[in-house]
T-cell receptor, first 115, second 110 residues
């Protein structure tokens, strides 16, 4: 009963380095989301996907790329990390589109620090 | 103006107190109103949701929506130390995105 799994849980990068965050869900959900959470800013949507092979930009997409090659996986990439990308990143999934009473299932987060 | 505004707190109350958490919103098209609870170093989890106006009760928790004032509230009765968490209001519009409040940090002191 894994739900939404994020890897890694913690990472420290130097400015300019690249990395990929992996989100995996085992609930056969169509919709997947990447959020970042910063103090005083709440959860902000970076990118989302409404199905395998499709992605779309959210509120704060600059500096990030995503891919959804398999339905169960949603990858978030940082090509050239910047200190402004220091944040806690959350992946979430849901069976179908909003608005419904379907809830978002969240992973446990990735704490990323860019020095 | 942000779509959803929420007082960030922090809020500190003694055990057994009644807690009131609030959000305001600007988009009259919102129909679903949700409250998520987030424990430290965890992802948010859905606590309650309501549709349109009115009240909904679940144990010690009551969610209230006033669409005329664009104001929603979450009340916690007989608060417990285990209620210590950050509470986020959330509203899905007609698209695929949620609008989240910034969250209110609550500490219940034994």
């Amino acid at each position: 009963n894994a739900g939404v799994t994020q890897t890694p849980k913690f990472r420290v990068l130097k400015t300019g380095q690249s990395m990929t965050l992996l989100c995996a869900q085992d609930m056969n959900h169509e919709y997947m989301y990447w959020y970042r959470q910063d103090p005083g800013m709440g959860l902000r949507l970076i990118h989302y996907s409404v199905g395998e092979g499709t992605t779309a930009k959210g509120e704060v997409p600059d500096g990030y790329n995503v891919s959804r090659l398999k339905k169960q996986n949603f990858l978030l990439g940082l090509e050239s990390a910047a200190p402004s990308q220091t944040s806690v990143y959350f992946c979430a999934s849901t069976p179908r589109a909003m608005p419904t009473n379907e809830k978002l299932f969240f992973g446990s987060g990735t704490q990323l620090s860019v020095l | 103006q942000k779509e959803v505004e929420q007082d960030p707190g922090p809020l500190s109350v003694p055990e057994g107190a009644i807690v009131s958490l609030n959000c305001t919103y600007s988009n009259s098209a919102f129909q679903y109103f949700m409250w998520y609870r987030q424990y430290s170093r965890k992802g948010p989890e859905l606590l309650m949701y309501t549709y349109s106006s009115g009240n909904k009760e679940d144990g010690r928790f009551t969610a209230q929506v006033d669409k005329s004032s664009k104001y929603i509230s979450l009340f916690i009765r007989d608060s417990q130390p285990s209620d210590s968490a950050t509470y986020l209001c959330a509203m899905p519009p007609t698209g695929n995105q949620f609008y989240f409040g910034t969250g209110t940090s609550l500490t219940v002191i034994p």
